[in-house]
């Protein structure tokens, strides 16, 4: 079965700068994608950014970026210039029963709970 | 936009009652799923349906069922809540396989329920 760790419960950064949240994760398949999605006070889960595991380039949305190390199993997101609304609750995921059914269920880390302080 | 609603934001119900949590899609998506949020556990899957009628456990369905008569309608049910129950409850939904082909799951705002 595939499991997805976030070993960091919470973490806090000051405005503008960087902070990355970490994400390792456990399977068997060869070709898949991983997510980062976000969750705001408002509860809203927001799709931060997606990797495709045969691609060399690590995936890039704005001030959004993926480092993966795909032979490690990491998938760490990057936030660069950091702003108040990043504020969130941070959910590294992974497509469960990846091999051989079309239902692509989810399997999500245990969550990283962001702070931006001004 | 894909509008995924959940009936309550917030529900109070006592121990041993019978709770439905409703959970509604507006774009047709074959996939449904109901999941529980609990800090330091983050989303566990308690049952996904892929079709009217179909549906799969996930990886908690104890104490749980769910129904789903409709594409657009998803339904959860507690057949008697306990006190270990107490929890968010987010509904999503996607079209066929959609997160093995890198597209996104659409989630409702969660329903945070306790029961005392």
């Known amino acids: 079965a595939q499991t997805v760790t976030q070993s960091q419960p919470e973490m806090s950064v000051q405005e503008a700068e960087t902070v990355t949240l970490s994400c390792t994760y456990d399977t068997s398949e060869n070709n898949y994608y991983l997510f980062w999605y976000k969750q705001p006070p408002s509860r809203q889960m927001i799709l931060v950014i997606r990797q495709e595991a045969y691609k060399q380039q690590n995936a890039t949305e704005n001030r959004f970026s993926v480092n993966f190390q795909k032979a490690a199993k990491s998938f760490s997101l990057k936030i660069s210039d950091s702003q108040l609304g990043d504020t969130a609750m941070y959910f590294c995921a992974f497509p469960g029963n990846a091999g051989g059914t079309s239902y692509g269920k989810l399997t999500f880390g245990q969550g990283t709970i962001l702070t931006v302080h001004p | 936009d894909v509008k995924v609603t959940q009936s309550s934001r917030y529900l109070v119900k006592r121990t041993g009652e019978k709770v439905f949590l409703e959970c509604v899609q507006d774009m047709d998506h074959e996939n449904m799923f109901w999941y529980r949020q609990d800090p330091g556990l983050g989303l566990r899957l308690i049952y996904f349906s892929y079709d009217v009628k179909m549906k799969e456990k996930g990886d908690i369905p104890e104490g749980y069922s769910v129904s789903r008569e409709k594409k657009e309608r998803f339904s959860l049910i507690l057949e008697s809540a306990s006190t270990n129950q107490t929890s968010m409850y987010l509904c999503?939904?996607?079209?066929?396989?959609?997160?093995?082909?890198?597209?996104?799951?659409?989630f409702g705002s969660g329903t945070q329920l306790s029961v005392l």
């Open positions: 999503a939904s996607s079209l066929e396989g959609a997160p093995l082909l890198g597209e996104k799951l659409f």
